[in-house]
Each structure stands twice: as C-alpha cells, then as structure tokens.
C-alpha cells in the first residue's frame, strides 16, 4: 500500500557520490517471500550481482546511466526524469466496484513517468507502463485489457469524446467554447488525449492484422487500440457499469446489455453498423472499425 516517488536526478546524484534519499534507502528491490511476493520486484541495478537490493552495496533504482559494473534484476528500467513506482494487484480485499466474486489473480506493476523538457508535447504529457504478470496457477488463453480514463475536463457536465484512429488516441474535449461553472476553464478550454504508445504482442500465427499496417502475423506484431468504447453517466444500458458483465461487455466494445455499438447517433440501437470504435470522425478511412456482423 505505498507508492515510491523518485527523480532521476537524486540517482544519479547517489551513483555520483551523493547521500541516498529516503526512497532509494526502501527501494522494494526485493520482494518478501514470507508473503509469498517475489524475489525481484521493482527494477534496480545490482552493482555487485548478488541479486539483492542494498542501497549501501552501491545498488541503486534503475535508471540506465550506461554506467559499466552491475546488471539489472529484470528488463524493465526506470523511465522518465521523474518516477513513480508501485504494485497492484485483484486479489485483496472485496470488489466493491465490479461486484465480482472471484480474482484473476493478476500482478500489475506500474510506472507513472514524466519529463523535464522544452518540447511542449512531452513536458505537458504524462506517460504510464504496465507489466502484467500472471500469479495464479490457472493459463489464461483469452484477455482483454483496457485503460479506464475519467477525464473530467473541468466542468465534467459538457464533456465530448471522440478517437483517432490510425493515431491509436482516445481524447475529451470541451462541447462549446466557454467551459462554464465554477469548475470549468472559462474560454478556450483545453482538449485531453490518451495513446496507446505500445501495445502487448500479438499472439503468433492468429491470422489478424493486429497493427493495421496491411501485413498479417508479422514478427513482433503489437496489438494496437482495438476498441474505443464510452458511457454515460447514467443507469441506462448506455450508462455506468454496475456488475462484472457490465465490464466485461465494455471491455469488449458492447454496451451493458451484451447490444452490440453501432455507427450513427449515440451508437446504441442507431440501426448502423457493427463498429469498434465510437466517434471516429474521420480518422477510419479504411474502415477498421466498421465490421458489420460482429
């Protein structure tokens, strides 16, 4: 239950000489067996390859430095000039928010990242990684995984959504423009996006063009934004998931009713087509999304 916020710059200070802040001092390098957790855990660099983290051996975060002596614990290095690091997991507690009564039994390690620099997009940008391990004794064969945004675009009542397609982003912006209310921004609101950097790997030989570059079961092939999906905030079969069918429908691109989403209107019984990704404009010109039938 705690998040690990580190810089690059109090590393590199510490591999140069400098006193260890509190965050490298408790750096989770390794995990504690006594509650079954794993051996190595967050990334660091173990200066005298005995696979344990010790801040006073030298070990230290890994950040890449290209700095010879020692090798990482996993390959996975830290990102960013500013990091933060921590682990998650189904299994705890009660699913208050799904309903579920069972877990996958999923451990999702994550970063929150960001950097200091003079490029506009980057330093006005926040950048997330997910490595997603399996701890259960059952293989999973099928998944679907999904980034849930809640953009709350300042005064939440007149936010729009929409996605670009080819660009893999999902974005929220203002419906007019003056962003009202003692939450909003006031005139010439700001837009909000979200892209899919880089996605899982594809399975191999499954016959699909998972990247939408014209080329089938390539090697290394990622899975790009397969869906773009919305909801209301209401309880209708267009509103706010309420049971664990209504997430997985989601997840899937269909409504909470299992009602596949279809072009035109608000995509919920328009008459359209099957789509994937709602509120494309014209950012689908070879119709990815457009799959009628499924």
């Not at 997910?130 to 939440?156: A, M």
């Not at 999906?229 to 989601?250: M, W």
């Amino acid at each position: 239950n705690r998040f690990w916020k580190i810089s690059r710059q109090e590393v590199y200070d510490f591999v140069h000489g400098g006193s260890p802040s509190a965050d490298i001092q408790s750096w989770p390098g390794n995990g504690n067996p006594v509650n079954n957790e794993a051996h190595f855990l967050a990334p660091f660099i173990d200066v005298n390859n005995d696979g344990e983290y010790h801040w006073q051996d030298g070990d230290y975060p890994a950040y890449d430095f290209s700095v010879s002596g020692g090798s990482t614990n996993c390959n996975t290095f830290l990102n960013g000039d500013q990091t933060i690091w921590w682990v998650f997991n189904d299994v705890g507690n009660v699913h208050t928010e799904t309903g579920s009564t069972s877990n996958l039994g999923l451990e999702i390690r994550a970063q929150a990242f960001a950097f200091g620099t003079t490029n506009v997009n980057v330093s006005n940008s926040t950048f997330y990684h997910y490595e997603i391990i399996n701890r259960s004794v059952v293989t999973i064969h099928d998944t679907w995984l999904g980034q849930y945004v809640d953009p709350d675009l300042g005064n939440y009542d007149d936010d729009y959504v929409g996605c670009d397609v080819a660009r893999n982003v999902g974005y929220a912006y203002n419906g007019d423009a003056d962003d009202d209310g003692p939450l909003g921004y006031g005139l010439l609101p700001p837009a909000v996006g979200m892209m899919l950097l880089q996605g899982p790997l594809a399975d191999p030989n499954d016959g699909k063009d998972n990247d939408r570059d014209s080329v089938i079961d390539e090697a290394g092939e990622e899975i790009k934004m397969s869906r773009f999906v919305y909801y209301n905030n209401n309880l209708s079969n267009t509103g706010n998931p309420l049971t664990a069918i209504h997430f997985y429908n989601y997840l899937r691109g269909l409504w909470k009713d299992g009602a596949p989403m279809l072009y035109g209107g608000t995509g919920y019984q328009s008459g359209g087509d099957s789509c994937f990704f709602m509120f494309p404009g014209e950012s689908d010109p070879y119709g990815w999304g457009g799959l009628p039938g499924l």
